[in-house]
């Protein structure tokens, strides 16, 4: 089945372009459009897209409020932030109200395209790059911690250990291979965790495992 997007920019000639785009492609179909944050989520509790394409810098409810309350709903979209503002902040308040990924306006065709079949996967657009000067930014510990942070209580040892390989930027296959044990006891382990600390995704994890001190920016 064709995955369906809502683009939300309060630019119509990026809207415009945006659809060009993504109509281009077999397996990708536009439902709708929304100039602001309020509009996009009002349209995606009538539409219900599988993507939803969420600018940062829209007048009203911009586009990190709109996250927060597009995936509060129950059964919501992957979003992806798209946007031609990369400060640091920006990047990390997205990543915080559960976007699934962030790219940058100036991105190639098939990057745009190729992010949005990941996120609709289920999986996390984590840009190496980005993500980790967004990270060490801002959410710096003196030193990693000693013992587990009382906000992950709800974890046993293992769990606590993978989020710490998560943090790393660790992927499941690596996860499973440096504990000893099968990708699917891995994913498992990963599935128990996003549920325990209410996480949306992968990208929340990686935040949690700094701002709880696991690890400290530069541990590999």
Same mark, same amino acid.
């Given at each position: 089945m064709a995955i369906s997007v809502l683009i939300a920019d309060d630019e119509a000639i990026v809207r415009d372009g945006l659809r060009t785009i993504l109509d281009l492609e077999n397996d990708m179909t536009v439902v709708g459009e929304a100039a602001d944050g309020a509009q996009a989520v009002a349209a995606i509790r009538e539409l219900r897209p599988d993507v939803a394409l969420v600018d940062i810098r829209m007048p009203g409810l911009d586009g990190i409020e709109a996250t927060r309350q597009i995936v509060r709903a129950p059964n919501p979209p992957r979003v992806l932030v798209l946007t031609t503002f990369d400060r640091n902040e920006y990047v990390y308040e997205a990543m915080k109200a559960g976007a699934s990924g962030f790219l940058l306006k100036d991105v190639r065709r098939h990057q745009l395209t190729d992010?949005?079949?990941?996120?609709?996967?289920?999986?996390?657009?984590?840009?190496?790059?980005?993500?980790?000067?967004?990270?060490?930014?801002?959410?710096?510990?003196?030193?990693?911690?000693?013992?587990?942070?009382?906000?992950?209580?709800?974890?046993?040892?293992? %769990?606590? %250990?993978?989020?710490? @390989?998560?943090?790393?930027?660790?992927?499941?296959?690596?996860?499973?291979?440096?504990?000893?044990?099968? %990708?699917?006891?891995?994913?498992?382990?990963?599935?128990?965790?996003?549920?325990? @600390?209410?996480?949306?995704?992968?990208?929340?994890?990686?935040?949690?495992?700094? %701002?709880?001190?696991?690890?400290?920016?530069?541990?590999?």
């Open positions: 992010a949005i079949r990941t996120v609709a996967r289920g999986e996390t657009l984590l840009a190496p790059t980005i993500t980790r000067r967004l990270i060490e930014e801002f959410c710096t510990r003196p030193s990693p911690a000693t013992t587990t942070p009382p906000e992950l209580a709800a974890l046993t040892p293992r %769990e606590v %250990e993978v989020l710490t @390989l998560i943090g790393r930027g660790r992927s499941n296959a690596d996860i499973a291979a440096e504990l000893v044990v099968a %990708e699917t006891t891995a994913k498992t382990h990963v599935a128990h965790i996003l549920a325990k @600390l209410s996480l949306s995704d992968r990208a929340q994890a990686v935040i949690a495992a700094y %701002e709880t001190g696991l690890i400290r920016p530069g541990m590999r």
